[in-house]
Every structure is written in structure tokens, then in C-alpha cells.
């Protein structure tokens, strides 16, 4: 069995700078480097590094951020066999400058993510009848997402989405979605609200059970997650860690979410993993690169027990 990940992978361009330039300026950075990103790919990582038995399928285009992506998502031990190169096309990019004061700037291409089709789908399908869990994402096109959910369903696969970078979702999609994992700006953009406190949350986590996910989990950085099914809602406390970075911080939430999951283990216990998953990856800095491996994750859950 396995748990798969369709959507985006991205190579990171990242900038230090002093501070984020103005329009039209030009200032010297401190320093740059490259990183394995994209929230699929993200989650893909975080899922493979606590050794859950991780299928990535999507897109890198034909050049050499392609080649490094899928070298990088392997070094991993993410299952690269099914990601498609698209040699038509750049591979997804994401450029990020951030400054002294940890503030950040972003701006995505998404280049191969954009062009996901049919074709990507029949290659999911393959894989569907051998797969436990399917993570989605927001960042490949919005009607492949629901097709593979659709699809997921017909085989008994748990779904879970993080509705990330958020858009408007068709109510159709929402019965589909076993577990949404928004984090608390997301889950007020899809409920129209504001989210500040841990009321405001549960309101939402109603809110999104009412159009028929079937459990809600509001991510709520180092404030806790909330989480609500038909049968019970509840708060869990996050763990305290000091955070240098806390990018992909939700998408290493996922990757310990699934991998509890698909170990078996009871909801609230898998999101306690996913918080862990989450903490950790918040003490260092970068997407990928600040993810945990199985046993620093193992040796942190027993010190935080
Ligand atoms: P997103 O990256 O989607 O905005 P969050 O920032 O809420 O998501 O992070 C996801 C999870 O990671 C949180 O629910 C929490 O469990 C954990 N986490 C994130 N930041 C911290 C932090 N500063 N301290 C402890 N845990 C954190």
C-alpha cells in the first residue's frame, strides 16, 4: 500500500536580502540558494522522510530544475516513477526574497503544474487500486483535483486537501474530501469569516462539515489545531519549539497526518503527528530541506510525550 501526492512541484529561488526592494530598484542580497518546493512535492517529502511508502505524481518540465526536482524528491525516497516531463514547458518555480526581519516575498510560475491533464489522471488511476491515502493540494488545475478525489472515492482512498494557496471551491468537491486541512486564514477565505480565536475556529470546522467533508482540521500555527468530525470536535495544543522558519510548516503537517494514518493510528493521535511534523520543520529554515527523518520525528514525539 501507499500513499500517493498529486500536485506541484517547484524549485525554490531564494534570495537573503536586507530588505525587499521597491519597485522599480535595484539593491545587492546577502546570499541565494535553490530548494526543492512546491506543495506537492512538499508534502510528498514530508510523508517519504517519516518513511511512509510516498507515490508522487505530476509534472517538472524540460530543463534542469526538472532534473534536479526529481533527483531531489528520490534522494528522499519519494517514488518518482510517475512524474511526467514535460519537455514543452519550465518547470514550476517559485521566486522568494526574504528579508532581515524574516518577511517574504513570492512570486510563482507555475510552468509544468499548470499543463496537469488526463493523462496525469490515467497514471493516478494506475495507482489508486494499491493506495491507502491521496494528499491534494490547490496548486495544479482545479478540475484535475476533483477528478482525482472522484477518483480516490471510487477506490475506497482517503482524501485528505489542503486547500492551499486558496480559491473558491465547487460544492461538489467538498463530499468528496475526507479530511480538509486549512490553516486559520484559508478556512475564513472559504467560510467568509475571520478566525482569531479557537471559537471562531470550530465555527469554521462546523461550517465545512456542513457542506460534507467529513473531518475538518484548522491549523493554527504554534496556537494549536482544532478539529471537528460528525461525532466529536476537540482542541489540541501544539507543541512548543522555537521557530526560525515556518514555511511548509502546514505541508510537513500533512506529511505527518498521512503517515499516522496510514500506520493505523486514530485521528487525534495523527494529528498529533502532523503537529510534530509541523514544529519540527519550524525550527529550521526552507521547504524541503527542514523536514524531519524518522527517527529524529521518533525521538522528538518521546521527549514531547
Ligand atoms: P500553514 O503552513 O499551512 O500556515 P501552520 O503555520 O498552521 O500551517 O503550521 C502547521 C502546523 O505546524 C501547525 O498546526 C502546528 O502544529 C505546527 N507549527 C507551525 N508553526 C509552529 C510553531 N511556531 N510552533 C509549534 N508548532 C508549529
Redesign the pocket.
Known amino acids: 500500500m501507499t500513499v500517493l501526492v498529486f500536485g506541484s512541484i517547484n524549485m525554490d529561488l531564494v534570495i537573503r536580502t536586507p530588505r525587499i526592494p521597491a519597485p522599480g530598484e535595484t539593491i545587492i542580497g546577502h546570499e541565494f540558494f535553490t530548494a526543492g518546493g512546491g506543495k506537492g512535492a512538499n508534502q510528498a517529502v514530508a510523508a517519504a522522510r517519516l518513511a511512509a511508502p510516498t507515490k508522487m505524481i505530476g509534472r517538472v518540465g524540460g530543463d534542469s530544475f526538472g532534473v534536479d526536482m526529481i533527483r531531489l524528491l528520490a534522494e528522499s525516497n519519494v517514488d518518482v516513477d510517475s512524474i511526467f516531463v514535460d519537455e514543452n514547458v519550465a518547470t514550476g518555480v517559485a521566486i522568494i526574497a526574504v528579508d532581515d526581519a524574516a518577511q517574504n516575498n513570492i512570486i510563482i510560475a507555475s510552468g509544468a503544474n499548470s499543463r496537469v491533464d488526463q493523462t496525469d489522471l490515467d497514471r493516478l488511476k494506475q495507482h489508486l487500486p494499491h493506495a491507502k491515502i491521496l494528499l491534494l493540494q490547490l496548486e495544479i488545475p482545479l478540475d484535475m483535483i476533483v477528478a482525482a478525489a472522484q477518483l480516490a472515492r471510487q477506490h475506497n482512498v482517503t482524501v485528505i486537501l489542503d486547500p ?1 494557496p486558496t480559491q473558491p471551491l465547487p460544492a461538489e468537491f467538498y463530499p468528496l474530501i475526507d479530511i480538509i486541512t486549512p ?1 486559520e486564514i484559508e478556512a475564513g477565505q472559504l467560510c467568509n469569516s475571520v478566525i482569531k480565536t479557537k471559537e471562531d475556529a470550530f465555527g469554521a470546522a462546523q461550517q465545512l462539515l456542513g457542506r460534507g467533508v467529513r473531518q475538518a482540521i484548522i ?4 496556537a494549536g ?1 482544532v478539529y471537528a468530525s460528525q461525532e466529536k470536535a476537540d482542541f489540541i495544543p ?4 522555537t ?1 526560525v522558519d ?1 514555511v511548509a ?2 505541508d ?2 500533512n506529511g505527518g497526518l498521512a503517515t499516522a494514518l496510514f500506520e493505523g493510528l486514530p485521528l487525534p493521535e495523527a494529528i498529533r503527528w ?2 510534530a511534523a ?2 519540527l520543520s ?1 525550527t529550521k529554515s526552507g521547504a524541503q530541506p527542514s523536514m524531519a527523518y524518522r527517527p529524529e520525528f521518533d525521538a522528538f514525539l518521546k521527549a514531547n510525550a
Not at 491549523?219 to 504554534?222: D, P, S
Not at 501544539?238 to 519549539?241: D, I, K, N, P, R
Request: no cysteine; hydrophobic share 60%; aromatic share 10%.
Open positions: 492551499a490553516n491549523k493554527m500555527g504554534a489545531m501544539a507543541f512548543q519549539v521557530a515556518t510548516a502546514g510537513s503537517f502532523g503537529a509541523g514544529a519550524a
